[in-house]
């Protein structure tokens, strides 16, 4: 699929983590983790013109960085600083259905100004990984005239940064998050309704995330309900749906369009994406993929969710 | 849908009951309610073949049993005994997304021994509504060569009757369970692996109703995710995964066969008629349904789940 020439280019700003995570398969540590880190492999499978801006500190690998060039992604965005690469120590249950977060440490991460170079202020397609609503202001009034503008967003920014939050979204098109943090967000716990108080906050479209329930995707035009592939082995769900994010976007940047048609085919391919992410630890499943195990996976999801429409 | 002629006959064995709810509309009493309740309204929609067998008491109201009469069920296998109808209490969290059991009052339910007429033995297709596994097997054991045996259960006897529910999981084809109830059945969190297992124990199929999520219908040949519609205004719960399997069973007695395709298309139906009956408290939203609104919210349903095949 890299054969088109003229993919949109695409912007990813946000984490690049390191993890440690506890759970059902014992303890590992030193993941690479982080929104950005998820967004990128996963969108550099679809798109030729993807790039990362985000930082990390003086003890990041730089293996992480030099994988991200060889799948043909633009690390020029990613800056490394003095100190420690930002942390996040999380523990899940044993059902892989919960988890907590044991430990944040920001490090660099906590003193992260995005900086843009000419070409990322061309960017045609922008996605806004999980960060500070303030620092996603910040890229947007950077950003020169982006088609599609995307942001996710969390619990963590809805109650301690709903004003920023707030003057973000009135520059978005389209919301991503879960279905927790939209019914937070929009203190509703009906996801319709939920969905119609977000929109009046500026997104045009709002996508909610809902793990292995699949994903909904709220627009004009009406409601898509793209379905989550039951896997019988889950390892990691961590970065999911960043995964899912960089599918989506990804897709949006080869295909060209941003039709509604086109739109759907992202949902699924970031469903895809997300699948494969969370069969393996880290962004391990999301390596040495194949446009024909892709496929494969679209169009199993395909035939998972297809019904003849009858006449009664 | 009425004018096809020959639908195969649908046997629906369950409970009818009268409910106490609480919740964020507050206390609603004596409201009908019981499995075979939403189960018979629900596929009388599709079908003009449907009987229901259950007990009522001598303080049941006549006019719940003329309405199914009137939607054209056979409710000559409803028997009313002396005593009192089973009384289900209840109450929902303001989220309506979990509920309490208050009070259970089984009442004539506590003697139930169906008995089916020479006519009910010649039931094609047999649905088997939440009530003990003994009874549903002593079912069984009276019906004679039904092309499809399907069945619900819970986890009251997942935990008291597993015995009992394993000897008749053996006769049924096609068990209909929510993802709780498959995770304790199965003693398994992963839902793939939950459905493997069940299936290990007899039925060629299995159902797993997740509520807004949709369900998943596990078989030999794959999987198929059926959505839910997202709803705006949800009323009352109770009875939804009953209409699902009445829509489901319904379908598949008015469509006369049991392909792959044609039990996708009734999984719609289900998700159909479980969104109609939430929507207001009681079988309230299976009352006054047309063709016409039937079908408008199944092409709801196949725009809400439609996307294109693309190739890579």
Chains 1, 2 share one sequence.
Do not use: C
Not at 72 to 97: K, M, N, Q
Not at 247 to 261: E, F, I, N, R, V
Not at 270 to 286: I, K, R, T, W, Y
């Amino acid at each position: 699929m890299h054969a088109r020439s003229a993919h949109r280019s695409l912007l990813i700003v946000g984490s690049v983590a390191l993890d440690d995570i506890d759970g059902p398969f014992g303890l590992h540590k030193d993941l690479l983790g982080g929104s950005a880190s998820f967004i990128g492999r996963a969108a550099a499978y679809f798109s030729r013109n993807v790039s990362v801006v985000g930082v990390v500190g003086d003890d990041f690998p730089q293996r992480h960085v030099d994988e991200l060039t060889e799948m043909g992604v633009d690390v020029s965005g990613i800056e490394r600083a003095p100190g420690e690469t930002f942390h996040w120590v999380g523990r899940y249950a044993p059902d892989l259905a919960t988890r907590e977060t044991l430990d944040t440490r920001l490090g660099v991460f906590g003193d992260f100004q995005p900086k843009l170079t000419e070409a990322h202020k061309d960017a045609q397609l922008v996605l806004l990984g999980n960060i500070d609503p303030a620092l996603q202001l910040d890229v947007l009034r950077q950003v020169r005239s982006p088609t599609l503008v995307a942001a996710d967003t969390m619990n963590l920014w809805i109650n301690i940064k709903r004003e920023d939050l707030v003057n973000t979204l009135a520059k978005v098109h389209t919301l991503m998050v879960n279905d927790e943090e939209a019914r937070q967000l929009a203190d509703e716990h009906n996801l319709r309704r939920a969905a119609a108080k977000i929109m009046k906050l500026g997104p045009t479209s709002l996508i909610i995330k809902r793990g292995d329930a699949g994903a909904l995707l709220f627009h004009g035009g009406g409601v898509f309900a793209a379905p989550a592939m039951p896997l019988a082995d889950v390892k990691d769900p961590t970065g999911a749906g960043d995964s899912f994010a960089g599918g989506l976007m990804g897709y949006l940047a080869y295909a060209g369009d941003l039709s509604p048609s086109t739109i759907r085919t992202a949902m699924i391919m970031g469903s895809v994406m997300g699948s494969f992410a969370v069969e393996q630890f880290s962004v391990d499943g999301l390596r040495g993929l194949t446009t024909a195990r892709i496929q494969q996976r679209f169009d199993e999801l395909a035939e998972l969710a297809h019904f003849e429409r009858v006449r009664l």
